[in-house]
């Protein structure tokens, strides 16, 4: 029996991470998948994934059933698994299946700390896409969060998110103090990335 807690959709996925201010595992699977089968007895049934598995909200993808949802990640080969925000933002991935303590490590180094302010500002941006400054609040979200010394591993991949943000601000704002402030935060990401 698996030790984590499988979610079939995505949608469910997502509102239960954001109530639990967690991140989302993608696991995209085939039944024809030799690997994912592996991948399901090797390393989702192990008993070490309990150390993990209560930090995400695990959610299985059928690769031929959602096709587009796995374009969407640029999934091509499978097993793959994401480690994503509930809105559809990619923090880390693997391609492929080895064993599984090279998985449950790279879980473990996920930081989960945090999420709370990145979730409590990401809430508000997902209900009203046109909000500039709800934008910019999750830009600075992904950045304070990149900050934080446990995040090194996956400081790139927030700062990318941060940076994603600010565009959108500098793209849709017609308050210039908005768009100068965005492009203040952007030249930020670049000395914290050392730049």
Known sequence: LSQVNWVY?????KAIALQEKKWIVVDFWASWCGPCKKMDRELWQKTEMNTVKDKFVFVKI????EREFAQYFTVQAIPS???IDPNK???DRKLGFMNSSEYINWFKKIPNADLKKLYNVLTPMLKNRKSSLA???LGEAYQQLAIHPANVLIRGALLNQS???FKMVMKKSKNENLVQL???YKLLNKAIKGK
């Open 89 to 91: 933002a990619v923090i």
């Open 62 to 65: 059928d690769f031929d059933q």
């Open 135 to 137: 934008y910019l609040k």
């Open 9 to 13: 959709d995505f949608e469910q996925a």
């Open 163 to 165: 940076n994603l943000q």
């Open 182 to 184: 965005a492009q203040l």
């Open 81 to 83: 698994v994401l480690i």
